[in-house]
């Protein structure tokens, strides 16, 4: 790429930025595909999930070749998928492969639709919509979740549903000032902006913050109902941006994930993964795995209704920033946090290694 074309790229508007697609997104929850094919959109791309016979997850693109209508209101016969107009059926790579009404001097129609590598890993369905050839040396991986099986570990997940630019999600995400918002909701108050690095990969900014919550007795819970038991205390609160998905750890006792599913310029879906650590009871970890993994399933979702309310307040504030940018797309806004500029400055370099492969996605 040239030197003019980088700099085009560094001066463009962050709120229309396009996505880098080398890199697995999430598109869907595990559990939300069973035995009927599921639509969903990412960055304009209209694509069909759907499961075979052994659970394997396939991933084509939304559009019978037919008469251009959506695949996934069709059914899942075996392996194949069956389009709901005239029952086409086409096969895991989008290949045509029967027509129910074909007399026996017609051939099928060499008629095929796209098809995306797609892992189902962690409880999520990552999608790698960029170019193919880019996964033949094994280095682009999806994030890796590994408190998502781990016995210690209790997840609870939002969705989070915002029509807003996916910028202005993960700069609400990485500028921790923003508790201002949360008051007393959320785990910690008082941040403080102590580092921050990045390369052309990932921003991480650490920041010292006085945390309400300490788990390490049996009875830590009652924390959450009882604020008289919090006891204030300094942790660090790390975030960090591994273009394109968020990872945030607050001491040793939570983490928490947000994994983007950019649907297109003006709307970003992403799932929020809060995690709670039981590290700190060692006596629990003696027990069999069989009660261990029953615990865990047990307090699934266990911290939903405080996430749940964490995320309407930000999706409230984020649908409002992008509301005012698309009354006024000049109007300057004004940032005292550096995370903000190095978050912006790595979306629009992820945006140009994208264009040096020819393949970006605007
Ligand atoms: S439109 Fe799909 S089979 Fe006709
Ligand atoms: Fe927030």
Same mark, same amino acid.
């Given at each position: 790429m040239m030197d003019s074309d980088r700099n085009a790229t560094q001066g463009r508007d962050i709120r229309t930025c396009g996505i880098n697609p080398n890199h697995w997104y999430v598109? +869907? *929850? =595990?559990? $939300?595909?069973? #035995?009927r094919p599921l639509g969903v959109t990412i960055w304009d791309h209209s694509i069909v999930l759907y499961r075979d016979t052994l659970g394997k997850i396939h991933a084509l $693109?939304?559009?019978?070749? /037919?008469?251009?209508?959506?695949? =996934?209101d069709g059914k899942v016969i075996g392996n194949h998928l069956e389009c709901a107009y005239h029952g086409w059926q086409f096969n895991s790579q989008g290949t045509c492969h029967s027509i129910p009404y074909l007399n026996e001097k017609q051939k099928l129609p060499k008629c095929q639709i796209n098809s995306y590598p797609v892992e189902e890993l962690n409880g999520f369905i990552w999608l790698f919509l960029g170019d193919p050839q880019r996964l033949e040396n094994n #280095?682009?991986?999806?994030? +890796?979740?590994? $408190? %998502?099986? /781990?016995?210690n570990y209790i997840a609870t997940v939002s969705v989070i549903e915002c029509r807003g630019h996916f910028s202005f999600v993960i700069e609400n995400l990485m500028d921790?000032?923003? *508790?201002h918002l949360h008051q007393n909701y959320? +785990? %910690?108050?008082?941040a403080n902006l102590k580092e921050l690095s990045g390369n052309e990969q990932r921003v991480e900014a650490i920041y010292e913050a006085k945390s309400y919550?300490?788990? #390490?007795?049996? %009875? =830590?819970?009652?924390q959450l109902f009882f604020s008289p038991l919090r006891r204030l205390h300094s942790e660090l609160l790390k975030v960090s941006y591994i273009y394109p998905h968020w990872v945030s750890t607050l001491g040793e006792d939570f983490k928490i994930y947000c994994l983007f599913c950019p649907v297109n310029r003006t709307y970003t879906k992403a799932y929020l993964i809060h995690f709670t650590s039981l590290n700190a009871f060692v006596r629990l970890h003696k027990l069999p795995i069989w009660f261990r993994q029953f615990i865990k399933d047990s307090l699934f979702g266990s911290a939903q209704k405080m996430l749940d309310g964490l995320v309407k307040q930000d999706v409230m504030m984020i649908e409002q920033e992008q509301e005012a940018y698309l009354q006024d797309k000049q109007r300057r806004t004004h940032e005292v946090n550096p995370t903000i500029g190095q978050v912006q400055k790595l979306i629009k370099q992820q945006l140009t290694l994208s264009s040096e492969v020819n393949i970006m996605i605007e």
């Open positions: 598109v +869907a *929850g =595990s559990t $939300e595909i069973k #035995d $693109e939304n559009r019978c070749p /037919h008469r251009q209508v959506k695949l =996934s #280095d682009i991986l999806p994030l +890796a979740i590994p $408190e %998502w099986d /781990h016995l921790m000032y923003h *508790g959320q +785990a %910690w108050t008082d919550y300490k788990i #390490d007795k049996i %009875w =830590s819970i009652c």
